[in-house]
């Protein structure tokens, strides 16, 4: 199993290597899509400007590397600034995004008592318990938050779990082999990296992910796919 | 709802904590590394560095020390003393800190938080200000340079203000006037500059008690609260603060 973090210098990816390596996971960080193309997983990391973050994916050709992983159904997690560009589109920028998962990225209107970014540590009260990327997690673990604008689906089947921050918000999303966080599980300390352990071990089960979406490992054959 | 950070403050000298001796628990409380992951096991929600070495052979060793921290520890953390540049910064984010904290060197060259917002985006740049309460100042508190040794003709409330613009995502506000007091965190100036920036707030100075930091989230509206030597000198765990103001009805992660 190795995991393939897209770089597309949307930020500092130290963190969620470091918690990779902690996980004992085989990773490769590049933002070559030929690089990546071998990998059983795809992360999309990153903070930063949807915008410009989408620009640099499709220069790069790795916004079709992406949507070809998830089309063959491969797990794909995104964080933060990834788990935005999944949906359609964005109010950042009006940036178009890759259409993963139906809805929109909208922002925080600052209020008297709700500072913008939210930064810090929240709730993400899961929606659906039985989603495996809260296995093990208690109800009432906290999650590190950064973040100006957040993602709304338009589907409530598709959020997995919420935070309160002025407003109600899908701190947690997926469909199907797409899953997606607004927080940096990467930092959250040992609850974050049990979700990035559930993300490795449940996506590879398959569990999640409609029946025969999710290949086993080692199935899966593409031409010109080497080692 | 958003929960009130404990932020424990390491300070380094030549890859070494100067406070700790009376740590708990067997730990080499010299070693910054151990020290961090203890208190990430403790429950910290973030922690701060703050590098009190002059020389430029202390600065390559303390990079190679947030390396290591950056390896060991899954909440955040910020870097701060003696960033001189953005390059600097950069190397302090790429050694695998979250967050830098500038402090002197912006009020010299206040560019440097546009130049670092611009580059690693505001979330990584956080002002750290030294103020003590002077009645000549319009909100009534000076800026102080050089860990609190030189005035300058700054206002508090105005620097933070212009930070904010320039850039900055979160503020440090060290109260000169309680830091070492241990009588308790100075509840007005942080009231103040919470109040009347967009971005969180961390107090500084003067926690000597749970109850400061219960005090200062409740009266003084901060976002997160930095501890230092309740801590280190093993006065207080991380855990009995949490319980004080999760019985004070203050948000707080209390599982980790």
Known sequence: MSVGVIDYEAGNLRSIETALEYLGATYVVSGDPDRLADCSRLVIPGVGDAAAAMDTLRARGLDRLILDF?????????????????????????ARCLGLIPGRVRVFRPTRTEKVPHIGWNRAAAKHHHHPLFKEI????????????????????DVVAQTEYGVRFASAIARGNVWAVQFHPEKSGRYGLRMLANYLDGAAHGDGAPAGDVQPEGARSREGDSA | MLEKRVVVCLDVRDGRT????RFKDN?????PVEMARAYYEAGADELVFYDITASAEGRGIMIETVQKVAKEIFVPFAVGGGIGSVDHMR???????EKVSVNSQAVRDPGIIDEGARRFGRQCVVLGMDAKSDPQMPSGYRIYVNGGRKATERDALEWAQEAVDRGAGEIVVNSIDADGTKDGYEIALTRLISTNVS?????SGGAGTPEHVVEVF????????????????????????????AGSDIPVRMRW
């Open chain 1, 70 to 94: 998830a089309g063959r159904g491969l797990p794909v997690f995104g964080i933060c600034l990834g788990a935005q560009i999944v949906l359609d589109s964005s109010e950042e920028n009006d």
């Open chain 1, 138 to 157: 208690p109800e009432d673990a906290s999650f590190y938050f950064v973040h100006s604008f957040y993602p709304e689906p338009e589907s409530g089947s």
């Open chain 2, 18 to 21: 100067t406070k700790g001796i």
């Open chain 2, 27 to 31: 730990i080499d409380v010299g070693d």
């Open chain 2, 91 to 97: 190397e302090v984010l790429l050694a695998g800190a």
């Open chain 2, 199 to 203: 971005v969180p707030v961390v107090a």
């Open chain 2, 218 to 245: 409740r009266d003084g509206a901060a976002d997160a609260a930095l501890v230092a030597s309740m801590v280190h000198f093993g006065d207080y765990s991380v855990e009995d603060i949490k319980r004080t103001m």
